[in-house]
């Protein structure tokens, strides 16, 4: 399937569902990553008036807040930027974190404090899809829901998720059919938990091996293919499967 065949199949996508539910565009978070800057050329594809971006810093780099912001004028994209910082730091201390946390936020080596900030932006994602009849647009993609690399109810709970299908190593052509400006294509994906952080050195290996991995996995055919690696991602795909399930409901006999 060429990219601009792609583009176009997931806008269609998009649409559809949008009307099935009876809504009536979509709101999504822009970051100033390759994933949400793909996301929202697509959702301008769907919605040319009716695409809302959320800008939600959160101690976040001002490189990523201006990616954010050239993304949106390169589509014209109507955006409303919520600093999410001070709110952050104040429900830490509510939560009682430790207290050289409380100052700065830091959420380097506790996942508990890093996942607030997915999970702070997604309660300003559904107040604009309630306040507008929007669907709430998730930016992830294949290679980290198949192996649970997103907040539980964080980045994980939107409505619908376009790129869910789409390997990592796969978006670089979208993006490219897209426009998207090649420093935010070529930059180091990250989540931005942390200063520093980045998704591969999380993950314990690069988006291209573990798309390999995920390909062989499913041909059911991993010659080739790094053992401990590949024990790797089985363990990552096991232990967040509660994530891609629906949530358990008791049935009475």
Known sequence: MQPSNLASKISEWIRERVSDAGAQGVVLGLSGGLDSSIAAGLCKKAFPDATLGLIMPCGSLKEDIAHANMVAAQFGIKTKEIDLTHIFTVLLKLLEVEEER?????????IAVANLKPRLRMICLYY??????????????????SIG?????????????????????????????????????????????????????????????????????????????????????????????????????????
Request: hydrophobic share 35%.
């Open 149 to 253: 690399y997103f907040t539980k109810y964080g980045d994980g709970a939107a409505d619908i998720l376009p790129l869910g299908d789409v390997l990592k190593t796969e978006e670089r052509k979208l993006a490219e059919e897209l426009n998207i400006p090649t420093k935010i294509i070529e930059k180091a994906p990250s989540a931005g938990l942390w200063e520093g952080q980045t998704d591969e050195a999380e993950i314990g290996m690069g988006y291209d091996v573990l798309d390999e991995i995920l390909l062989a996995l499913e041909r059911g055919d991993l010659s080739g293919c790094d053992t401990e690696l590949v024990e790797r991602v089985k363990r990552m795909m096991d232990a967040s499967q509660h994530k891609r399930e629906t949530i358990p409901v008791f049935k009475q006999p």
């Open 102 to 110: 409380e100052n700065d936020g830091d959420a380097k080596g506790d």
């Open 128 to 145: 604009f899809a309630n306040k507008r009849n929007y669907l709430v647009v998730g930016t992830g993609n294949k290679s980290e829901l």
